[in-house]
């Protein structure tokens, strides 16, 4: 749709505010884009290489009870029919799979332990199909307290299906009673504005502007006829 300013000078400087102002009130509420073409989560100990901390025990290990990855349609993507889990290495009788087997939280050895604890150390989820990511959560391990609970919080990187970083996030923590680290990433839904809005807007500044105007004109009018001399080019009767 196009707009032609072609009145007076003051008519042209409103209608261009009028078009400026159209333009932001439709930019109101624009989404923010989704995480798309997401085909690897790689999740790591937000303690990796912190070495011994004071009253944190043993820093550095990755426990993950279940990785579950929302699409658009609220639909779980890391599920072992569509997607699978790595790991570098696993403690005793817990497995990357777990992490991917619809229950969480859970306890141990219902979950996934890094054998390990280290930069190295990571939980891989890979996916069949690349999708669009609307909602991460990481359940970590159910019943943990401090200090063990320090491995329940994680450093988190998306790779689309090139191999190219589009998403981190850093110390996302499940240590709490829900043990839930929750990354929403689904987009903003706009809020409507009614197309009359700047219409209406316009029109009450251009009523304003007549009325100054008619009241600028009598005002002249009156300081002539009291004796003031004639504008330049105005006929005098």
């Known amino acids: ?34 995480v798309v073409d997401v085909k690897e989560i790689v999740i790591t ?17 990755l426990q993950v009870s279940e990785v579950v990855a929302l699409n658009g349609s609220s639909i779980d993507q890391a599920l072992a029919a569509t997607a ?21 939280p859970a306890a141990f050895p219902s979950i996934y332990h890094s054998g390990e604890r280290g930069v190295g150390e ?8 690349p999708f669009e990511l609307a909602v991460l959560n990481i359940f970590g391990r159910s019943g943990t307290t401090a200090p063990i609970s320090n491995r329940d919080v994680y450093d988190v990187e998306i790779f689309n299906s090139l191999g190219a970083s589009i998403f981190t996030a850093f110390d996302q923590s499940a240590a709490n009673g829900e043990h839930l680290a929750s990354i929403d990433l689904s987009p903003v839904t706009p809020v409507p504005v009614p197309a009359a809005l700047p219409l209406m807007a316009g029109g009450l500044s251009l009523m304003g502007l007549i009325g ?23 006929a005098v009767g």
């Open 1 to 34: 749709m196009s707009t032609k300013c072609d009145s007076p000078k003051w008519a042209r400087i409103l209608c261009a505010a009028l078009v400026i102002g159209a333009s932001g009130f439709s930019a109101i509420g624009e989404a923010k884009a989704a």
């Open 45 to 61: 100990s937000a303690y990796a290489g912190m070495g011994t901390l004071t009253g944190i025990s043993l820093p550095g290990f």
């Open 84 to 104: 699978s889990a790595t790991a570098v290495s696993s403690y005793l009788g817990t497995s990357p799979g777990k992490a991917i087997d619809g229950i969480g």
């Open 122 to 129: 990571a939980l891989t989820i890979t996916f069949t199909t």
């Open 212 to 234: 100054w105007r008619r009241k600028r004109k009598i005002a002249s009018g009156g300081m002539r006829r009291s004796g003031f001399p004639p504008s330049p080019g105005e």
